[in-house]
């Protein structure tokens, strides 16, 4: 159990802890322990009297004096006490010390001659005001953003140009650093304003910011309704092409924020332009952020039929089979589940059979990742197998598609994995003779 150094002394009448910091109210403000003290804070200038519970939870703990910690849980302590040995504690942690059966102290292991605890009012008068001091200030700060994100609304309104553009970047930035902010601007018509912005005539720099806003705040319901216009959703797809990486990356947020409404129609993401750019974040392995936003806003196109066919007419599906190897855990759970809804179709189907990468880069991803994954790429083996089993079905074999799939039958998985693994076996086993095939599945196992 973590402890901190015990009290070693008394220096007028008051506790010293291990670190020499004078548990003193008027010395400990001299000294700083409160931050540098302009004196101690009971409340606010209006005499708000603070809940020492919630400034706890609200504020940032990685400076906070080590004396206002307790040595059992490591936290700030609410209601501290002191035992015989001079130790301090939160209440009920060390109550819950004495429940366990044990009569030491948890710092020293001093056995206890007293198993009194005394309430340490100066203590929790200097952990009081140390949180007030830093609530207030954070309280200001949090109101001066605000103001200044109120202000910066009110200046979009009058300004065009490049003041715009500016006026959009600072704004952007306080959303981004502060939550308090973000409902501020929604409060105030800042969904309605700068959604106003997006147009035909609109520069890519203003939007990029404009853009950069809108995918950190809520939106309401009017506010999907108006950016699903066509002529905005024409510009987020051109500076998703174009923007840098991070603006590409919004814009995909972006627009699957709206595909998320109740009132998304498929014909609003079936153009091939952003199809292209979702699939240039896709192959761009600089940047894997990128990539996994593609991926993410491609399953919810693909997730439309319709638009399906047109996903597949980009070339998709060899793009995407190239990539497998290079994707993390999240990455090919996304890309396989694309893959397989793509095998839905007859064009995502022949895509597949006619990628030459499909079946080995698919066969290693059997049992490697997830229990989804492999059900994911079952399906797309079970797709291209039964397209062509005579010529599928001896590649699979060969890239050792027989022994992962004994492996799975094995295994403790879903039984419908099992059951798919044994039809998948024997389609591949129809080429063979029995003795033939046992031999390969050995010798696939082995090279394995």
């Known amino acids: ?9 008394r220096r007028d009448g008051y506790e010293v802890g291990g670190g020499g910091q004078v548990l003193d109210l008027e010395t400990a403000v001299k000294d700083g322990i409160l931050g540098g003290g302009g004196g101690v804070v009971h409340g606010s200038a209006t005499g708000e009297k603070f809940d020492l519970k919630k400034m706890i939870e609200e504020l940032d703990m990685v400076d906070v004096p080590s004396v206002f910690i307790c040595p059992i849980s490591l936290e700030p302590m609410q209601d501290p006490v002191t035992l015989c040995t001079g130790q301090t504690y939160e209440r009920s942690n060390i109550l819950k010390w004495f429940s366990l059966g044990h009569f030491t102290c948890p710092t020293t292991m001093q056995e206890l001659w007293d198993d009194s605890v005394t309430p340490n009012t100066t203590l929790y008068q200097l952990i009081y005001s140390w949180f007030s001091q830093k609530y207030l200030a954070m ?51 800042g969904l ?24 950190n705040l809520d939106l309401n319901s009017d506010t999907r309704t108006n950016l699903m216009q066509p002529t905005k959703i024409s510009l987020m797809v051109d500076i998703l092409n174009e923007g840098s990486i991070d603006t590409k990356i919004n814009c995909t947020k972006l627009i699957e924020m709206l595909m998320e409404g109740k009132n998304f129609e498929s014909e609003i993401v079936s153009s091939l332009s952003l199809l292209v750019g979702l699939m240039r974040l896709v192959r761009d392995k600089k940047h894997p952020n990128g990539v996994l936003a593609g991926l993410r806003l491609l399953k919810m ?68 990742v997830s229990e ?50 044994a039809e998948l076996l024997k389609l591949c086993s129809l080429n063979y003779t029995a003795t033939t095939f046992i031999s390969k599945c050995k010798l696939t196992r082995t090279i394995q």
């Open 1 to 9: 159990m973590p402890m901190y150094q015990p009290l070693s002394k």
């Open 139 to 189: 309280k200001k700060r949090s109101e001066d953003v605000q103001g200044r994100a109120l202000e910066l609304l009110e200046k979009l309104k009058k300004v065009k140009g490049q003041l715009r553009v500016q006026a959009l970047k600072e704004l952007r930035q306080v959303v981004t650093a502060h939550d308090s902010v973000k409902k501020a601007v929604v409060d105030n018509g």
């Open 192 to 215: 309605g304003l700068i959604s106003s912005l997006l147009g035909p005539f609109t520069t890519h720099a203003l939007g990029s910011e404009a853009i950069g806003i809108l995918v």
């Open 301 to 368: 196109v693909c997730s439309h039929e319709p638009v399906r066919n047109s996903v597949v007419s980009i070339g998709a599906v060899p793009q995407l089979v190239e990539v497998l190897p290079s994707l993390n855990a999240e990455g090919l759970a996304l890309a396989l589940y694309i893959l397989e809804v793509l095998s839905t179709i007859p064009e995502g189907r022949l895509a597949l059979k006619d990628c030459p990468g499909t079946i080995p880069n698919v066969v290693k991803l059997l049992m490697k």
């Open 372 to 421: 989804s994954c492999t059900q994911f790429a079952l399906s797309i083996l079970w797709a291209v197998c039964k397209l062509d089993p005579e010529e599928c079905a001896a590649l699979a074999v060969d890239a050792g598609l027989a022994a992962k799939l004994l492996l799975v039958i094995q295994s403790g998985c879903n039984p419908v994995l099992k059951q798919r693994s």
